[in-house]
């Protein structure tokens, strides 16, 4: 209805307008047929006024500038004046340090401690070099309270060839170790049946090898490495390993995926299990393959990638298939000064009667040897630089492990005793075991002349079917010193925590039904200190102090430490 009443009010306005005009126009004249256009209409533009008249300077203390002329009286003077041509500033150089291919080593100390090592690297050419060194420790013992021999020895040797060409490099080497120990470590309940018995306890290792490595430049094939070991002892223990590894980028659509091989023999026997007189034998089979893609990014550094394990259990003739995550990650969140990382990885980790003994050498040639399957490992921390010498690192990890190795005291014997079945050896356990530490990490390296690192570890543990995580330590710590004083002197320091850890204590007899016992052992602390003196570029002398806390304390149950040691000697370095 609104739209309606406008068009009418419309129609009405137009209407009265043109009847007005009309009414004014009676005699309207215009032809509405044609119209004749006369001359179009050109419009012009004026020209501005502008003033052309300048304005006159009425100024009383305006004066008009004056002419000056300058005249030059110039006469010679007589001179002796002869400039010097000029000479650069000389810079002091310091002087070059001396650089030798060998070197000697010998000292003695208490305990009747003797240590000596040589070694020497020569080149038959530009290419080619030849060369190997030879270390021996060994120390008398000495123990407070003791009633058995607790000397050792470890000495080695080592022969290597090496070859580096224009697109790859080559080094072959070989060797041999031997080491003498002593299950010393008798509780006190057995130390008058073993006096009785007279036994001896001397624990002897051979260790040989041989191995090489190769690496190529500008080639998908990086690197390779080869080695073969034989490892035993003198109760008739053996063990053969050898281990090929290769890795390579390998193009697939314009991408390099960097792959690792891994192939693992491991094959042993012992003469006899800790309770019964039966062979152990164990024989292990591993091809591992783990491929990873790198992806950058920015600030961002991604690896994605997997292990795949094929494992055969020969003596039991079992075949297994392992798969792991292969995942890191890390990203600057500011330039050098913060740097964030994590990840989760796993492994198929190949335990051997060596590592064991390395790690712990009062074993008991008993042992069951089979690997570790860490399923996973995640791990995240951050890292990076506060100054431009001095650096952090903070880290977290959880890891779950089945058939976890832990070292355990073995229980003592009453029946058919061996020298090592007194409760003065250690066997091996596996559990299915979730551990969970943190760590932080303090490095300082003001310059050349000092250098400071403060590393600590905290450590929690569950275990599946084992009461503890036997000897695995609650907290870790460790501070490193060194300090070249000047060009003569030289120092430093290292100190060690080591937290509590159990064990156990238990008596097998078949007469008494014993219950085994948990023992828990303290915390130690070790400091050590040395220092030196440059005679020469090539004599200098040196002197080692250690446990200077003068604690007895014990890394395994029952077996104490020497306490404060003292040792001197001198290096000389030399060429052929």
Do not use: C
């Not at 090898?209 to 035993?232: K, M, P, Q, W």
């Amino acid at each position: 209805m609104r739209k309606q009443i406008k068009h009418i009010l419309t129609a009405a306005v137009t209407f009265t307008g043109v009847a007005a005009f009309s009414q004014n126009n009676p005699k309207d004249t215009l032809n509405t047929g044609v119209i004749d256009v006369v001359k179009p209409y050109t419009p012009t533009i004026s020209d501005a006024f502008k003033v052309k008249e300048v304005p006159a300077l009425d100024d009383k203390t305006t004066e008009t500038k004056k002419d000056i002329k300058y005249n030059i009286f110039s006469f010679p003077v007589a001179s002796t004046f002869t400039p010097a041509k000029g000479k650069a500033e000389g810079i002091e150089k310091a002087k070059s340090i001396k650089l030798f291919d060998n070197y000697a080593t010998l000292g003695v100390g208490s305990y009747t401690t003797l240590i000596g090592e040589l070694y020497v690297n020569h080149a038959l050419s530009r290419t080619e070099t030849v060369g190997g060194y030879f270390s021996h420790h060994s120390s008398g013992g000495g123990i407070a309270d003791l009633v058995l021999d607790d000397n050792f020895s470890d000495s080695k040797i080592n022969v290597n060839y090496a070859s580096r060409l224009r697109y790859m490099s080559w080094k072959l080497e070989g060797g041999f170790q031997h080491q003498n120990y002593n299950w010393y470590g008798v509780p006190e309940s057995q130390i008058d049946q073993v006096q009785l018995d007279g036994i001896q306890v001397d624990h002897k290792f051979n260790n040989a090898y041989v191995g090489g490595d190769i690496t190529f430049e500008d080639t998908y094939l990086n690197s390779g490495t080869a080695l073969f070991r034989h490892f035993g002892d003198n109760m008739g223990s053996g063990e053969n390993r050898f281990v090929l590894t290769g890795k390579a980028d390998i193009p697939v659509n314009y991408e390099e995926i960097a792959t690792e091989l891994k192939i693992d023999y491991l094959g042993g026997r012992f003469d006899r299990s800790y309770n019964l007189e039966e062979e152990i034998k164990y024989s292990n089979f591993q091809i591992g393959l783990s491929p990873t893609y790198q992806l950058k990014q920015d600030d961002l550094t991604l690896d994605l990638g997997v292990s795949v394990y094929f494992m055969s259990d020969i003596e039991a003739s079992d075949n297994k298939l392992f798969i792991y995550p292969n995942i890191s990650a890390s990203y600057r969140l500011v330039s050098e000064v913060l740097i964030a990382y994590g990840g989760i990885q796993g492994d198929l980790q190949q335990n051997s009667y060596y590592d064991f003994a390395k790690e712990n050498p009062f074993v008991s040639p008993t042992l069951f040897v089979q690997p570790t399957d860490q399923l996973y490992n995640a791990f995240a921390g951050i890292k990076g630089k506060v100054t431009s010498n001095m650096s952090y690192k903070f880290a977290g990890h959880y890891i779950s492990d089945k058939s976890k190795a832990l070292f355990k005291n073995n229980a003592i014997q009453t029946e058919n005793q061996m020298n090592y079945s007194y409760g003065n050896s250690f066997g091996v356990v596996y559990d299915d075991m979730k551990s969970f530490g943190v760590s932080g990490e303090l490095s300082v390296d003001l310059n050349r002349n000092f250098t400071a690192s403060l590393k600590g570890q905290y450590f929690a543990y569950s275990t599946n079917n084992e009461e503890e995580a036997w000897n695995l330590p609650d907290f870790k710590g460790s501070l490193f010193l060194d300090y070249q004083i000047d060009e003569k002197w030289f120092a430093g320091a290292n100190i060690y925590f080591v937290g509590k850890r159990k064990d156990q204590y238990y008596v097998a007899d078949s007469l008494v039904n014993s219950t085994p016992i948990t023992v828990s052992l303290d915390g130690y602390f070790d400091a050590n200190a040395h220092a030196g003196y440059h005679i020469t570029e090539q004599l200098s002398i040196f002197a080692k102090m250690n446990n200077l806390a003068s604690q007895g304390y014990q890394r395994w149950q029952n077996f104490p430490v020497q306490s404060f040691q003292a040792l001197a000697g001198a290096t000389y370095k030399f060429d052929f």
